[in-house]
């Protein structure tokens, strides 16, 4: 029954790669107490880096700096 | 006051479904006390159906299965 | 397969009025397309009144005041 | 270390604007105890207005009114 | 820089559980494109079943049937 | 109308600390086009430090060893 929302920037994840966390975190969410895989809920938003901050910062101007 | 973020995935709702989705829930949150209709913020996120995981698996693989 | 995430001030909503808060929000869910009752999930947060701003102020202020 | 969401209706706010908002409020968290700037990251959610419901309604129908 | 939020019922996980979900998930994190795990932030929040519905029930009452 | 959600660890935030984030936040937002600040929401989650992760390690580790 978790309910799991990971937000990435949108830089190319693939399908298959998407498919192997949704599978590898609700496994390690199974072993924890009460948690039924089946119900186990995980969305991915992928974000745009010109709406992504870190440290003040936009990540499409850290991008352009190679960082 | 209260706020509300529903995530559905991107299949199809109309613009009047969500319409009378906002006009429901808010009409329900009425009914708790302290609650202000006029400010109640409902948010509707649909999510495409490769980032949506259920039961380990993504929800594209499993429309494709007929579940 | 809808999750709904509500946020609310921690002012005395009962446990009957969540239960019927979460029975009438999985019926308003049930009306889209593709969208399963028995896979709905609705988590409430019940936010201290100090956590909560609106209109620049915290909500314990506002209260205070009498709106 | 703190993590900010802040979600907006779609209405043209600029990667300028956005350059702002991020920076402006990880500076604000810095005030906080044991918050580093470094890490604080904020993610910005564009929401289409028919997405997004107030009072009832949603923001599409408030702005033909001119509200 | 990925940002995960999970959410389950407040039934029990220890520090060492929770502890081996946050490397878990940040290892799984790091084998997408562009993903730091020095930056990766795992929020956990732990929900009460009072506060939890799934299949238009509160977990509460569903836990006393067995289920 | 934004909404505005601030998550922070729990480790001594004051209640004047909160007022004034709050208000900050509220201000800021005010500059992007088509916000109201009296419909403005911030809501501050405070966790413990046993549930918050970053770089696979929970901060409550972290601060044993004084980072």
């Known amino acids: 029954m978790p309910y799991v929302n990971i937000k990435i920037t949108n830089e ?8 192997e966390l949704v599978a590898g ?6 072993k924890l107490p009460g948690k039924n895989p089946a119900t186990t809920v995980v969305v991915i938003d992928e974000v745009e880096t010109d709406n992504w901050g870190i440290g003040g910062e936009l990540v499409t101007e850290r991008r352009k700096r190679g960082s």
Do not use: M, N, R
């Open 25 to 30: 975190v609700t496994e390690l969410l199974s």
């Open 12 to 19: 190319g994840a693939t399908k298959q790669q998407k498919s």
